[in-house]
T-cell receptor, first 114, second 115 residues
Framework: DSGVTQTPKHLITATGQRVTLRCSPR?????VYWYQQSLDQGLQFLIQ???????AKGNILERFSAQQFPDLHSELNLSSLELGDSALYFC?????????????FGQGTRLTVV | AQSVAQPEDQVNVAEGNPLTVKCTYS??????LFWYVQYPNRGLQFLLK??????LVKGSYGFEAEFNKSQTSFHLKKPSALVSDSALYFC?????????????FGAGTRLTVKP
């Protein structure tokens, strides 16, 4: 158990809908990262938050947004969903600014858009 | 931005033989390098990291990796492969010259160890 909790584990929704994925980082970790893993594109970095502030942005679509709350949990919002958004979405956390520390991953949320 | 390449999509090894999973990186400063393993339907698990110091890093489950600055490589190795090592392996990098702290991953290499 990595200490990172993601909910829900599975999500099935229709095209055009909006969903929210939730992540609780390890106790004390200030950095939260979101990644998307699809079959044909490997692990893609989406966005990083540090202590409530956005720190880095990767290949995140404009239809997607995220935030980190004062209690450090994070949510990834996916809207106007398309079939191609079906993927595993991972959250990871690391300590402090943590450049020399590894990130710990949750079990992921499997999103299926039908 | 920093990037990582894993040149092999698939590596096949016989049980008991040594294994190598390759990784090369590109950064503008000095790198922090990481290896993760992913088993089916699971999240990524940390294996080992290179921060500074000895170029040979030892990690979990008997894995080790060698940092080679001149070749910008960080290959994962194990002297004797087990069937249970079969999984998806990811190399990742952080660039010390970049303020933002994100970790970039390679596309992954699927390791299959045959009995």
């Amino acid at each position: 158990d990595s200490g990172v909790t993601q909910t829900p584990k599975h999500l099935i929704t229709a095209t055009g809908q909006r969903v929210t994925l939730r992540c609780s980082p390890r106790s004390g970790d200030l950095s939260v990262y979101w990644y998307q893993q699809s079959l044909d594109q490997g692990l893609q970095f989406l966005i990083q938050y540090y202590n409530g502030e956005e720190r880095a942005k990767g290949n995140i679509l404009e239809r997607f947004s995220a935030q980190q709350f004062p209690d450090l949990h994070s949510e990834l919002n996916l809207s106007s969903l398309e079939l191609g958004d079906s993927a595993l979405y991972f959250c990871a956390s690391s300590a402090h600014r943590g450049r020399n520390t590894e990130a710990f991953f949750g079990q992921g949320t499997r999103l299926t858009v039908v | 931005a920093q990037s990582v390449a894993q040149p092999e999509d698939q590596v096949n090894v016989a049980e008991g033989n040594p294994l190598t999973v390759k990784c090369t990186y590109s950064v503008s400063g000095n790198p922090y390098l990481f290896w993760y393993v992913q088993y089916p339907n699971r999240g990524l698990q940390f294996l080992l990291k290179y921060i500074t110091g000895d170029n040979l890093v030892k990690g979990s489950y008997g894995f080790e990796a060698e940092f080679n600055k001149s070749q910008t490589s960080f290959h994962l190795k194990k002297p004797s492969a087990l069937v249970s090592d079969s999984a998806l392996y990811f190399c990742a990098v952080r660039d010390l010259a970049v303020f933002n702290n994100d970790m970039r991953f390679g596309a992954g290499t699927r390791l299959t160890v045959k009995p």
